[in-house]
């Protein structure tokens, strides 16, 4: 059965409130467009339910109409995932801002249960507030949703020392596309009982259901941290540097994090009260963070000593160590800053490749190689997790040089592809953290084999037959 979006919007109405549909194109904008105004597409309407019982009752209105439903946590998306396409039916956008509940705090089971719309910020000083740490930390934090940060399996710059998202995830409640809820919030490390449901829904980008709740995994809370900004030569250099670090510190090492120096001139241009750390130029730049429990000052030596002995070995070119706690949020800032920075400086063609930690240095040199090919002495930008082998290589145009490619689509295209290219000559990925959404979608049937595919589309074809949940993303139409 299919409905009309009237219909469907009048029966929204009659059964969650009017106050909780919008349909007027002023209050749309915020949810049919991405953050970067790359994306946009037409919404029947947007729901915004208050429980789990009334995302349920919305499902349940769509699947009786057979009306795509888009679930929005944050919408912070940059490939384009949680807003509309232009292809088929308007969805009915179903976005969690009012699911914002911490629902409990358990400090002796170092777990916490949290409603999908909990502004991943939120979730931190909720389990600070407890002494303890949930370690997913990245640049949207504080607009992105939980529930988001788990349909993505987001990464950002703490993978190296406590994983993804999935490995911080302890259980769910997720809304099926039949309207029927899934309560799987059990706070068990251990639960040996058939398939882990769990997994099926992190990383779907709400193909297969909508994350309402979850159990997340906390850990003890580091009361000392030491920080550095260091300029080097190359990532060869940095490769170096993070088998020292490791060595040395061990799980203490906790963040380690390398951009080129177009990134840094950047988000000095273009983000305000940013600065270079250091007096000097440098093509590359690490921020390094460890964190432990105990005297600062004994973390702080380390960090020095690890520096001097790098120093000696000509390794770094310069560096300084943060002396407060105000100075190391300086330093986190400039990193955080990356997104603002080049969405206002002009066009970034982001990739979100992962390669084996090894062949980072090697990766930059041939994508850089792979894109000059077609397009010489185009500028590019890195940011990378260097610790866990992600690194986002944006092949950079200002907005006056992207105004006079003609093709636009096509170049966007060509650029991602011969990079995502040399990831997988590498035994790499072409999406590490950011998800599928739009932008990746062809790179499906590019490089997933055929049994992979035809895995994914048995799991969605089994629990939404219809189709409905976020069609068009992540899944390759079969044939």
């Not at 409603?115 to 504080?142: H, T």
């Not at 380690?256 to 250091?278: C, G, M, S, W, Y």
């Not at 429990?293 to 300084?320: C, F, K, P, Q, Y």
Request: net charge negative; with cysteine.
């Amino acid at each position: 059965m299919h409905g009309t979006g009237l219909d469907v919007v009048a029966a929204l109405k009659a059964s969650l409130g009017a106050d909780s549909v919008l349909t007027e194109p002023a209050d749309l904008a915020g949810y049919i467009h991405d953050w970067r105004e790359r994306y946009t597409g037409p919404a029947a309407c947007v729901v915004l339910p208050r429980t789990t019982a009334e995302v349920a009752e919305a499902v349940r209105i769509c699947a009786a109409r057979g009306v795509p439903v888009l679930p929005q946590g944050g919408n912070t998306s940059l490939c384009g995932g949680a807003v509309p396409g232009t292809q088929g039916q308007p969805p009915v956008i179903v976005a969690l801002s009012r699911l914002r509940r911490i629902r409990s705090v358990d400090a002796a089971n170092n777990t916490m249960v949290v409603d999908g719309g909990c502004v991943l910020a939120a979730v931190q000083e909720a389990a600070a507030a407890a002494n303890r740490l949930y370690p997913v930390s990245l640049g949207a934090e504080g607009s992105c949703q939980i529930a988001g940060t788990i349909a993505t399996n987001a990464g950002g710059t703490a993978v190296l020392r406590y994983g993804n998202t999935r490995e911080n995830v302890l259980g769910l409640e997720v809304v099926l596309p039949d309207g029927s809820i899934w309560d799987g919030l059990k706070a068990l490390r251990k639960n040996n009982t058939g398939y882990d449901l769990k997994h099926l829904f992190i990383g779907s980008e709400g193909t297969l259901g909508i994350i309402t709740g979850a159990t997340l995994k906390l850990h003890p809370l580091p009361s000392s941290h030491a920080v550095a900004w260091i300029g080097l030569a190359n990532p060869s250099v940095a490769l170096d540097l993070l088998g020292r670090f490791q060595s040395t510190c061990g799980a203490r090492l906790s963040g380690f994090e390398l951009i080129n120096k177009l990134q840094l001139d950047l988000v000095i241009a273009h983000v305000p009260d940013r600065r270079n750390p250091l007096a000097g130029s440098h093509d590359w730049h690490l921020l390094v963070e460890l964190a432990d429990n105990g005297a600062e000052e004994e973390l702080t030596s380390t960090l020095s000593r690890v520096l001097e002995e790098a120093m000696e070995a000509g390794l770094v070119e310069d560096a300084v160590i943060a002396a407060s706690e105000a100075q190391r949020h300086t330093l986190w800032e400039i990193r955080h800053s990356v997104s603002e920075a080049n969405k206002k400086a002009g066009v970034g063609l982001t990739t979100d490749c992962a390669v084996p930690v090894s062949a980072v240095p090697t990766f930059i040199e041939k994508a850089a190689e792979a894109m000059w090919a077609e397009v010489p002495g185009l500028p590019y930008i890195v940011v990378a997790h260097m610790g866990d082998g992600n690194v986002h290589f944006i092949p950079f145009f200002t907005y006056p040089q992207w105004e006079e490619v003609e093709d636009k689509e096509a170049m966007a295209h060509k650029m991602r592809h011969v990079v995502i290219d040399v990831s997988n000559q590498l035994d790499g990925t072409f999406s590490a953290e950011h998800g599928v959404g739009q932008t990746l979608m062809a790179e499906m049937t590019n490089y997933k084999s055929p049994v992979e595919l035809k895995l994914m589309q048995a799991i969605k074809a089994t629990i939404d037959p219809q189709n409905l949940f976020n069609p068009g993303r992540l899944i390759p139409p079969k044939g």
